[in-house]
């Protein structure tokens, strides 16, 4: 989540760009509601119809882009955005993709906030 400096701590300046980041794919309420989606999957999910675990591997995107009943390039797109603020982790099955929250990104985040705001 934060990147070192040279006396191997982090500097506010680092750790405000992280969160800006974050803050930023969380902008999209639409964004926002597939990472609340994502923390349940099989109670948010058709999982019977999943190739794969949602819990370890994640939800297919075709699912998520059917229930945001969004195109799928839309969807796509607002998953490479939590993607590269590294708000989930990507697994691609065969031709899908699989998405699922990662957990140990978003606790850093809460406890950077906890420290810093």
């Known amino acids: 989540m934060t990147k070192n400096t040279q006396g191997g701590g982090t500097s506010l300046a680092e750790t405000a760009d992280d ?34 675990d949602p819990d370890e591997v994640g939800v297919c995107v075709s699912h998520i882009t059917e229930k945001t009943e969004l195109a799928q390039s839309t969807v796509s797109s607002f998953m490479s955005v939590l993607e590269r603020a590294d708000l989930v982790i ?26 810093t705001l």
């Open 90 to 115: 990507a697994t691609r099955v065969g031709k899908w993709t699989h998405y699922r929250r990662n957990e140990e990104r978003i606790r850093q985040l809460v406890d950077m906030l906890g420290r």
């Open 19 to 52: 969160a800006l980041d974050v803050f930023k794919a969380l902008s999209n309420p639409v964004r926002l509601q597939i990472l609340q989606w994502l923390r349940e999957p099989r109670k948010n999910f058709p999982v019977e119809r999943g190739i794969a």
